[in-house]
């Protein structure tokens, strides 16, 4: 039979397509129902077509003060995990140190532990030191775990970098300054962007140490989390839809414009 | 006048000057900030919790260190269910994750051409709207009544897992396979990146050579492709395993009482029932199992210079 010769030959198509499918699923969903009038608290179930909760997205108490409190703490965490993590980073490619292998674990942990393990001890150490839970512990936790994974994207970066690069800087006369900025540094850029980039959206997205090292302080996240319980507003899946909408334009937008700079140059 | 008689060159040492201090320091002072911050905020925070979980006291009186390693057995001897049962779940969403995610990655490796990006930009963007969100959606995707559960329940597939014991009274929500269905989909993109990272790096020649060899597709497979995408199984399974095994949302959201996970004991001891050493002792096992099995995991696979 043809068709099953077909599907024979494109099993891995196939498969891959469908786990493509499983993926997108759930925002299809939060999509379709941002538009939806739930009939009760939660919004599960399907009830009626409806534009209210796009005409109001900051309607329900809260909701957008624990947003914009999120993407506060985001940028700052991203800023800090960035400097932070490339200076590191360079230090860690460009010297040799004593206790090499101490410091390169001291970066990896972090990444191989499971989150509430380091919640549950971050907090034992806020509660030992009488700090007051809010916006500075979750902005410390936060650069925290965001920091292992700027160092490692920066310092991916930087080990692939040809050092005649830096020589040929230096032989045409530029101070250490000057070829670190004007070098360096651009070079570096792409791993440095792609450190930032993560960092803010771990440190947007993460639930689990924030819901321990915030006291009452409420993240998007955490809104969510309470929303579960109490009643889940349209708002919600307006702000994920949008949220998710937004990022994919600016990527496809971005890819469009290398593809015409591309071909561009190709011409 | 001869050459010879010429006055000797300045030694070279006296150009090249040996690096003034401040320069040596230079790497240290670029160290200093990130890794004190770790020690401060990471590895400090542990010996915290090692202290907390040999700690008596009550929360009116103060807690006091005094060594009562009982905590531990205690803790244990409560909770051993919900550590069986993170242990079993992550690592079946991370098998699930393994063989969904695998097919993907090779279709973006090897068969998607000029729609590489666009997928890949799929693969990435739920990742755009909060986990949390998306999560919530899988409740009304696996909602009594709901297309997904009236399918597999015309195809008897419930009654299948119902004997199997992942699913009851036909439903899926609030039963062990919803859980795992949901931390297999939040850990998808941590398997498929890494997966899909060590296939593009493969040679497509290799493939070619193997058939001209007469390998058939399936022997290729097992005897190139495989072998060479292991460094992407192995870090894949591992930034699925850890993660998962650590979790509480999806246990919460989409489980029930009888699907609880070793995360959320240790969330609401510390968080709602504030017994502070039991709750640092059940992490402290957490990390050292979660570290044990990886030790091994890495060993045994071979690929060490992967830390």
């Known amino acids: 039979m043809p068709v099953l010769r077909l599907l024979r030959r494109n099993l891995v198509v196939i498969a891959g397509l469908l786990t493509l499918a499983y993926m997108i699923l759930p925002n299809v969903v939060v999509m379709v129902f941002s538009f939806n009038r739930p009939e009760g608290r939660f919004n599960y179930a399907w009830q009626e077509f409806s534009l209210d909760a796009w005409k109001d997205p900051c309607g329900v108490a809260d909701l957008c003060g624990s947003l914009s409190l999120s993407l506060r703490i985001a940028v700052w965490a991203t800023v800090g995990a960035t400097v932070l993590g490339t200076m590191t980073a360079f230090a860690l490619v460009r010297y040799r140190f004593r206790a090499r292998g101490a410091i390169n674990s001291l970066i990896f942990l972090p990444m191989a532990m499971p989150e509430v393990v380091m919640a549950a001890s971050l907090l034992t150490l806020f509660l030992n030191m009488g700090a007051e839970l809010g916006f500075w512990t979750v902005l410390i936790a936060h650069i925290m775990f965001c920091l292992s994974f700027v160092v490692t994207a920066v310092k991916a970066r930087v080990m692939s970098m040809d050092p005649r690069l830096e020589e040929a800087a230096r032989d045409l006369y530029a101070g250490p300054v000057q070829t670190f900025v004007r070098v360096t540094l651009p070079i570096a850029a792409p791993g440095i962007a792609a450190g930032a980039l993560l960092a803010f959206a771990l440190s947007f997205d993460d639930f689990i140490i924030t819901n321990f090292n915030a006291g009452s302080t409420v993240t998007f996240p955490m809104f969510v989390w309470g929303s579960a319980q109490r009643g889940t507003p349209v708002q919600i899946n307006v702000i994920g839809t949008a949220m998710f909408v937004i990022a994919v334009a600016v990527v496809l937008a971005g890819q469009f414009i290398a593809n015409r700079r591309k071909s561009n140059a190709g011409k | ?307």
């Open chain 2, 1 to 307: 006048m001869s050459v010879t008689d010429a006055p000797p060159a300045p030694p070279v040492k006296a150009v090249i000057r040996k690096p003034s201090t401040r320069r040596r320091l230079v790497p240290y002072w670029l160290l200093l900030p990130g890794i004190l911050w770790l020690l401060v905020f990471f590895a400090l925070p542990m010996v915290y919790q090692a202290s907390t979980s040999v700690q008596t006291g009550s929360l009116e009186k103060g807690f006091e260190v005094t060594w009562h390693f009982r905590t531990y057995w205690d803790a244990l001897a409560d909770y051993y269910p919900q550590f069986v049962r993170s242990l079993l779940y992550a690592g079946t969403a991370t098998l699930l994750c393994l063989l969904l995610g695998y097919p993907l990655a090779y279709l973006i490796a090897f068969k998607a051409g000029r729609w590489r990006n666009l997928v890949l930009v799929l693969v990435v963007a739920p990742f755009f709207t909060s986990f949390l969100i998306r999560t919530l959606a899988w409740k009304t995707i696996l909602a009594d009544g709901g297309a997904v559960v009236d399918v597999l329940h015309t195809l008897h597939v419930l009654d299948v897992t119902a004997w199997l014991g992942w699913t009851e009274n036909n439903r899926v929500l609030a039963t062990p396979m919803a859980v795992v269905c949901g931390l297999t989909y939040n850990f998808l993109p941590f398997m498929i990146l890494p997966l899909y990272t060590s296939l593009e790096r493969i040679d497509g020649r290799l493939h070619e050579a193997a058939g001209d060899l007469y390998a058939t597709p399936a022997t290729t497979f097992r005897k190139v492709t495989l072998p060479l995408s292991m460094p992407g199984v192995v870090s894949g399974t591992l930034l699925t395993f850890i993660p998962a095994s650590g979790d509480y949302v999806n246990a919460e959201l989409l489980g029930s009482t009888d699907t609880k996970m070793v995360g959320s004991v240790i969330q609401s001891q510390f968080l709602r029932v504030l017994d502070y050493p039991t709750a640092a002792a059940l992490s402290f096992i957490l990390m050292a199992v979660v570290l044990l099995l990886v030790t091994v995991y890495i060993r045994r696979s071979g690929t060490e210079d992967l830390v």
